[in-house]
């Protein structure tokens, strides 16, 4: 079956740092891998979309890469800030390839 | 705010009862998607419209689900006979046919079953 997996465990580190966040999945060949924010109470926020046929993408302090042979993408933020707490989930489409699978996100816990 | 209401925000109900939930997509959005979220979960795909067409279901949409989407405009969730189980957030998410599948979320719907 499908399967997405993030790290299950929050993440915190200090203000400054670079956030490393890791999505990896199995019995998937996507055309595309997204990544979404959410705050607590509220609905997920698109940050970044990235194509199989990309290695990297950069938006801001955001940086995304795709590796297809090794079925991961890393989630970076760099100059972390304590407004960036959140949780983060890595999507891919579903089979049908109308709407999107999430994984369990990964809290992150930016502190000053 | 992405521009994708939701409402109510809230609701309790008791166990039973029937419920129904709208969501006002972003107007130019042709596709429609509704979500479950429970704690400590991504959100699991319900269902999906493209325009007033319900495209796909997912096996998570027991019969006690239904969801319309009249003149490919807003949409309802109704939930028949609410369990406990039921209790969740539920996500309406938008977006428009193309390449990509990026979605615009409203703030969702926290339902509490009793």
């Known amino acids: 079956s499908q399967k997405i997996e993030q790290n299950s465990e929050a993440l915190n580190i200090q203000e400054g740092k670079t956030a490393t966040l890791t999505c990896n999945y199995t019995n998937y060949s996507p055309a595309y891998l997204q990544w979404y924010r959410q705050d607590p109470g509220r609905g997920p926020v698109f940050l970044l979309l990235i194509r199989e046929n990309e290695k990297e993408k950069r938006k801001e302090r955001l940086k995304v890469t795709f590796d297809t042979t090794l079925k991961q993408s890393l989630f970076h933020i760099t100059a972390s800030q304590p407004a960036d707490s959140a949780t983060y989930l890595c999507a891919l489409e579903i089979d049908s390839g109308y709407a999107l699978n999430f994984g369990k996100g990964t809290s992150l816990l930016v502190t000053p | ?114």
């Open chain 2, 1 to 114: 705010d992405t521009g994708v209401s939701q409402n109510p925000r809230h609701k309790i109900t008791k166990r039973g009862q029937n419920v129904t939930f709208r969501c006002d997509p972003i107007s130019e959005h042709n596709r429609l998607y509704w979500y479950r979220q429970t704690l400590g979960q991504g959100p699991e795909f319900l269902t999906y419209f493209q325009n007033e067409a319900q495209l796909e279901k997912s096996r998570l949409l027991s019969d006690r689900f239904s969801a319309e989407r009249p003149k490919g405009s807003f949409s309802t969730l109704e939930i028949q006979r609410t369990e406990q189980g039921d209790s969740a957030m539920y996500l309406c998410a938008t977006g428009t046919s193309g390449y990509s599948d990026t979605q615009y979320f409203g703030p969702g719907t926290r339902l509490t079953v009793l």
